[in-house]
């Protein structure tokens, strides 16, 4: 299989992100984002990246991921790329078209001058948590409770959409040590060797709660490996998690630490925060 | 009616500007800009703009605009308009002209001093509305920027579009916004010598203009364009055609659009030579 990721070019190209969003998020129609506002886009600074697939020379390409994202300012006033939408087809997860996307995108935004590139997530959801701090290098200290109220979209319902809001410092130092095939990354194991603990040391389906201060150095928060399975099978227990989640992030980042990495082994994943490590940014709303 | 315009701030205005775009421009859902991506757009340096209709005891969204942060090729940061609308009810009542005034205010708070936008030329109230108005300027037309297929009320036509250029901190700007702006008048422009270069005969497009030449010259489009293309889609795209390259050739002529004239039913763009353009 090849993939390869460019600039989206011909209307028919464009038309073909409707039934990709359905396929990825199960959206509406009415939850696109339509064609004629992704041109405008893609004209006015903005990057509409799509991952083709090419089965073999008869058949032509086939749009199968795509990123899209549009110019904004920070709080202070300077320029940066709002990364709005990554979505890739079910049958082509799992195999890096992602990640491929987002180091088009890191690509793209570079050759404009930019330097940052944020967006939002949902900070329960392990693996996206996993590409976007572990293999990404991107940072946080910002905690958006409820980010959307509620929306239609079919993977939100019925629990606060909570986000995480994510800086992908693209042209530093931390990124490009990730973006690195070499770079070996965090130990679980290691960092509690080194005194960092879990604050909050979960057993499967029960409810978390909190066992240690927030201090030191570096702290771990664990999260739910398997969101979308606790969602599915315990939604009282989803939202236990929410709320205990939300409340731990907002004390860390209000003291002073920021999300670096996501640590998954042995079926746990852990947050990795670090104290006043990278200055915060000036307080968002 | 008490009408008040600014930023919109919970998840159900956003819907709620969903419904106008199907109202006002008959979309189908494909094309209705999502609450998502107008939220998005508020929250990072963009700017989503309601005018609200404000009753004792409720308020009800009747009109909206949203725009993005622009970068260009060359770097420069500007604010890029990318819809406005207002229901039908509300029409013909200056709510245009008033998101358009917040939106300059909103937009120069940031310190950015240069909104665009695209729109048909041939709209003679909304060409009146930009450039006698507002005093934005033009010099780039754009043909056929949808390709034709993507805008629902312009089936069968050409999407061309004039890009203008709103230099939201020009003395032009600035006197065209004070309320005793008196803009000139056709008698008096065609004694100073100004021609015409395209008069329509029997409303249809010459198949002569005269050549372009002079410091000023004027430009005749349609005054009701939108009765030409429910009536005749055959006289209005010649309309299209013949506008096109007229337009075209003034502005490779380096003549610059600077307002447009509505008088005893007509509508002409005035178009002034520049030494040099100012991009």
Request: hydrophobic share 40%; glycine share 8%.
């Amino acid at each position: 299989m090849t993939i390869e990721i460019r600039p989206l070019k011909t209307i028919e190209e464009y038309r073909a992100l409707g039934p990709l969003q359905q396929e990825a998020w199960q959206h509406n129609a009415a939850d696109f984002v339509p064609d004629h506002v992704l041109l405008t886009v893609q004209k006015n600074g903005g990057a509409v990246l799509g991952a083709f697939e090419s089965p073999s020379k008869e058949e032509g390409e086939r749009l199968v991921g795509f990123a899209f994202g549009f110019v904004g300012l920070t709080h202070d006033g300077r320029i940066k790329h709002c990364s709005h939408m990554v979505g890739v087809l079910p049958a082509y997860q799992n195999q890096n078209v992602g990640y491929r996307l987002k180091l088009a995108q890191r690509k793209r935004v570079l050759a404009q001058g930019i330097n940052l590139i944020t967006w939002t997530f949902d900070p329960l959801e392990s693996r996206n948590a996993r590409l976007n701090f572990h293999k990404l290098g991107v940072t946080c200290n910002t905690y958006l409770r409820n980010l959307y109220g509620s929306m239609r979209g079919g993977l939100n319902v019925g629990l606060p959409s909570d986000r995480f809001q994510v800086d992908w410092h693209i042209s530093s130092a931390r990124v490009t040590e990730r973006l690195r095939d070499d770079w070996a990354g965090h130990s679980l194991a290691a960092l509690q060797v080194e005194g960092a603990a879990i604050l909050n040391p979960a057993r499967p389906g029960e409810p978390p709660c909190q066992a240690h201060p927030i201090e030191g150095e570096r702290l771990l928060i664990q999260i739910p490996a398997r969101f979308q399975a606790v969602k599915a099978a315990d939604m009282e227990l989803a939202r236990a998690w929410r709320t205990h989640t939300r409340e731990l992030f907002e004390a860390a980042f209000a003291a002073g630490y920021t999300a670096i990495d996501l640590l998954f082994e042995k079926g746990t994943s852990c947050y990795l925060l670090e104290k006043g490590r990278s200055p915060r940014r000036g307080k968002q709303k | 009616m008490n009408i008040e315009i600014r930023p919109l701030k919970t998840i159900k205005e956003y819907q709620a500007v969903e419904q106008i775009q199907r109202q006002v421009w008959h979309f189908e859902d494909v094309k209705i800009v999502p609450d998502h991506m107008l939220f998005s757009i508020q929250k990072s340096g963009g700017l989503v703009l309601g005018a609200f209709d404000i009753a004792p005891g409720q308020e009800r969204l009747v009109g909206f605009l949203f725009g993005l942060v622009q970068l260009t090729a060359v770097g420069q940061v500007k604010h890029w308009s990318d819809m406005a609308g207002v229901l039908p009810a509300y029409q013909n009542q200056n709510l245009g002209y008033q998101l358009k005034l917040a939106q300059r205010e909103c937009v120069l708070a940031q310190g950015i001093d240069h909104i665009r936008w695209t729109f048909d030329p041939l709209e003679s109230r909304n060409a009146r509305l930009n450039f006698r108005k507002l005093g934005v300027t033009c010099n780039t037309y754009l043909r056929d920027v949808y390709g034709d297929r993507l805008g629902e009320l312009n089936a069968g036509l050409p999407s061309d579009r004039f890009q203008v250029d709103w230099r939201i901190s020009s003395a032009h700007v600035a006197e065209r916004l004070r309320g005793d702006w008196v803009g000139p008048v056709l008698a008096a422009l065609r004694a100073e010598g100004v021609a015409i270069l395209n008069p329509a005969l029997s409303g249809e497009p010459p198949r002569q203009v005269l050549p372009i030449e002079g410091d000023r010259i004027l430009v005749q489009i349609p005054a009701h364009f939108q009765s030409i293309k429910s009536a005749d889609l055959k006289l209005a795209c010649d309309w299209r055609t013949h506008t096109c390259e007229l337009f075209e050739a003034v502005f490779d002529a380096g003549y610059t659009i600077v307002d447009l004239l509505f008088e005893n039913n007509q509508s002409y763009y005035l178009l002034r030579k520049e030494n040099q353009n100012e991009n």
